[in-house]
């Protein structure tokens, strides 16, 4: 059973940065595609970006191209969301996920990924 433990959330200003962690464990992470996704307070939860296992092909939301950048390295079983100009709207609990495939279909698809962390908390104030 994999585990997967997020880090490096945290308060910011707007136009601030920050970079998310998710390391991952009991899993053979390199054949896995992963996610991060997010939930504001009294939304439900959204895709936020999305990496085919070797990290050639990324995904990304509308709201977050260009600020955004999702990479893993397969050596450390680690996953990272690089966030810049961070806006108030980004304010959410941040959850990465794993998935075995995502089927042909969208990577934003939260049926595919099979184990997901506790999440980080991202506020972003104006």
């Known amino acids: 059973q994999g585990q997967l433990v997020e880090s490096g959330g945290g308060s910011v200003q707007a136009g601030g940065s920050l970079r998310l962690s998710c390391a991952v464990s009991?899993?053979?992470?390199?054949?896995?595609?992963m996610g991060w996704f997010r939930q504001p307070p009294g939304k439900k939860r959204e895709g936020v970006a999305g990496?085919?296992?070797?990290?050639?092909?990324?995904y990304y939301t509308d709201s977050v191209k260009g600020r955004f950048t999702i990479s893993r390295d397969n050596a450390k079983n680690v996953l990272y969301l690089q966030m810049n100009s961070l806006k108030p709207e980004d304010t959410a609990m941040y959850y990465c996920?794993?998935?075995?495939?995502?089927?042909?279909?969208?990577?934003?698809?939260?049926?595919?990924?099979?184990?997901w962390g506790q999440g980080t908390q991202v506020i972003v104030s104006s």
């Open positions: 996920a794993a998935a075995p495939s995502w089927y042909g279909g969208s990577w934003s698809d939260e049926n595919a990924y099979v184990n």
């Open positions: 009991g899993l053979t992470y390199s054949r896995y595609y």
């Open positions: 990496i085919a296992t070797r990290g050639m092909s990324t």
